[in-house]
């Protein structure tokens, strides 16, 4: 072990005797944002090691998945990235809609977006906020939680909810837009970013935050490629990848955004990051709300996709459609498909294996925070152990998503 | 590069190993046989066109009623390529898959995960251990003979009888 004292530097003129450490930390602990538990070994105030435990809060998504029909677990993904829940939903949806080969009308896709969008601003909103909290400023976290409350009414406003979501549908979205939902997004995407410039001054040049920040829990861009980082801790790394541009779905081609890189890969990195996205999501908002078209939310897909909620009280055919697709489900073909979206903490993916009945055989996730958390250990190590929290928070992990 | 020339270059270098391969809505998908596994890896990793060199997730299916019974599915990706692959081993049980830790770091946890849902052991892996379920969990909960409520036990009265 003597090794490890000289490499903290611990070993000095004079020899003392010092001895490694464990602590726990975790898994109730304010700063480790859920029920994570970190097992540190430390040297000093240096870590030598941490090793993540996770799985506090598995529920067995993923069987459960295997004995529902495919709308009824739609649900169930908004409950895995609580922060954001609308992402999840869509991740499943169009991994469904890949195995059907279907796709939804072109408003429904709009309005995707527009969803999307908002709540990738909610989750960086609490990223930003939770770990500035960490790091004693709290200030943000209240601004922060004051404009999150307005995207959450605007999710209450469209579907009802407002964080469990329930939100996309196979083939489409299951409310349409309405006029006001559409003004009421466009006052909040008028007022969005003076509300960031009130974060960024309370941060960006913030003298404490930047001795925080900076320079602390660095990750090579190699080791954020070998570790499978994703999403802005990943462009905070200089990785230029980012699904919305690289494979676009949707309606992401016909909307000019950029994608925000940064090159440090620090704590202070991934964290501008966070804001440039949340001001690069309000510019795709801005372009949606002009650009949306009139038509159908649903896909007309009479075997796959819920038919009009007025038809089914007035029309034969529609009422059995319905009734086929609560009670049976849909049917997709023998077949297995992976389909991703960059989600507000990476790439979100579903990997889904169908037999041609009308449950999912095998329902993976492919759940980005899980994978993020796994370069915990080489962001802290060699650090100290005050930095692990600023860390935690940039990593922005939710453990509803990292246990499933 | 388009997709079709993926499974023509590993094709051209694995021939024989190769069990099955396919394309099914975009997906390329390769079964590579258990002893050219790694093999692939460093050529799918390593080769200048493919340069595989994001691993996405690795992951278990169970197909109870077929020999050999397991799938280990490997997602794979290309940062600068920009596209993607799906490969796959098939395993009975008791067969050690050989870890793929080495080339891809992030296969750690994900490994963990496979061998904590399926317990498909992986060879060579640095620290193999349940990552979910406590480590005296008795069963994988994610195989199809496991029942959905779990087993009975004192912390869980409605699981099934043993």
Redo the contacts between chains.
């Keep these: 072990m003597e090794g490890n004292y000289l490499e903290a530097g611990l070993v000095g003129e004079q020899e003392i005797e010092t001895r490694e450490m464990t602590l726990n930390m975790g898994p109730q602990h304010p700063s480790t944002h859920g029920v994570l538990r970190i097992i540190l070994k430390l040297s000093g105030e240096k870590v030598l090691n941490a090793d993540c435990v ?2 506090y809060l ?1 529920r ?1 998504v ?3 998945a ?2 529902r029909n495919y709308h009824s677990f739609i649900p169930y993904t908004d409950r895995l990235d609580y922060m954001a829940g609308m992402s999840n939903n869509l991740a499943y949806v169009m991994a469904v809609e ?2 059907l ?1 279907i796709e939804a009308p072109e408003r429904a896709q709009y309005i995707r977006v527009i969803c999307a969008e908002l709540s990738r601003i909610t989750g960086h909103i609490v990223a930003i906020g939770a770990s500035a909290l960490d790091l004693g400023a709290m200030t943000v976290l209240l601004y922060g939680f004051r404009d999150r409350e307005m995207i959450l009414d605007l999710f209450e406003m469209i579907c009802g909810a407002r964080m469990t979501v329930n939100y996309m549908r196979i083939g489409g979205v299951s409310n349409d837009a309405t006029d006001m939902f559409l003004s009421k997004c466009l006052d909040f995407v008028n007022y969005f970013p003076k509300a960031v410039d009130e974060y960024e001054q309370l941060l960006t040049n913030n003298r404490i935050w930047l001795k925080r920040t900076r320079d602390v829990g660095r990750i090579s861009a190699s ?1 954020a ?4 980082l994703g999403g802005p801790n990943l462009r905070a790394s200089g ?1 230029n ?1 980012d699904l919305r541009r ?2 676009p779905y949707l309606i992401y081609d016909k909307l000019d955004f950029r994608v925000p890189l940064r090159e440090n890969g620090d704590v202070f990195d991934r964290y501008i990051i966070r804001i440039w996205e949340m001001r690069e999501s309000i510019k795709i908002i801005k372009q949606c709300l002009e650009q949306i078209p009139e038509g159908p939310v649903m896909a007309r897909e009479s075997k796959h996709c819920f038919p009009d909620r007025e038809k089914v009280k007035k029309d034969m055919e529609s009422m059995i459609h319905h009734f086929k697709l609560v009670m049976h489900g849909i049917v997709p073909p023998v ?4 389909r ?1 979206i960059e989600s507000p903490k990476g ?1 979100l ?1 579903f ?1 889904i ?1 169908s037999d041609g009945t009308g449950k999912p ?2 329902l ?1 996730i ?1 759940s980005p925070s ?2 993020n958390l ?1 370069s915990l250990n080489t962001m802290c190590t060699g650090g100290f152990i005050a930095d692990v929290v600023a860390v935690i928070g940039s990593i922005d992990p939710v453990m509803g998503e990292t ?2 | 590069m388009s997709s079709v020339n993926i499974l023509e270059k590993i094709s051209e270098n694995f021939g024989d190993a190769i069990v099955e391969s396919g394309s099914f809505r975009g997906d390329d998908t390769i079964v590579i046989k258990l002893e050219k596994f790694r093999e692939l890896c460093r050529f799918i990793k390593f080769n200048a066109d493919l340069n595989f060199d994001y691993l996405l997730d690795v992951c278990g299916v169970d197909y109870i009623d077929r020999k050999p019974r397991f799938d280990v599915v490997y997602h794979l990706s290309s940062i600068a390529k920009k596209h993607r692959l799906r490969v796959k081993v098939r395993v009975d049980e008791g067969i050690k898959v050989p870890s793929v830790t080495s080339f891809w770091k992030t296969a750690d946890w994900t490994e963990r995960e496979t061998y904590d849902m399926f317990g498909i052991e992986f060879d060579g892996h640095p620290d193999l251990k349940r990552i979910y379920m406590d480590d005296n969990w008795k069963g994988f909960p994610l195989r199809k003979d496991y029942p959905e409520k779990g087993y009975k036990d004192d912390l869980n009265p409605f699981g099934e009888e043993v």
């Design positions: 996770i799985g598995h067995g993923e069987k459960i295997e004995s890949k195995l080969d080791d490629v070998a570790l499978g990785i990848r690289d494979e077949g297995e498909v992976y991703a790439e993916g990997y294996v055989f095998r993976k492919r899980f994978v796994e246990d499933k």
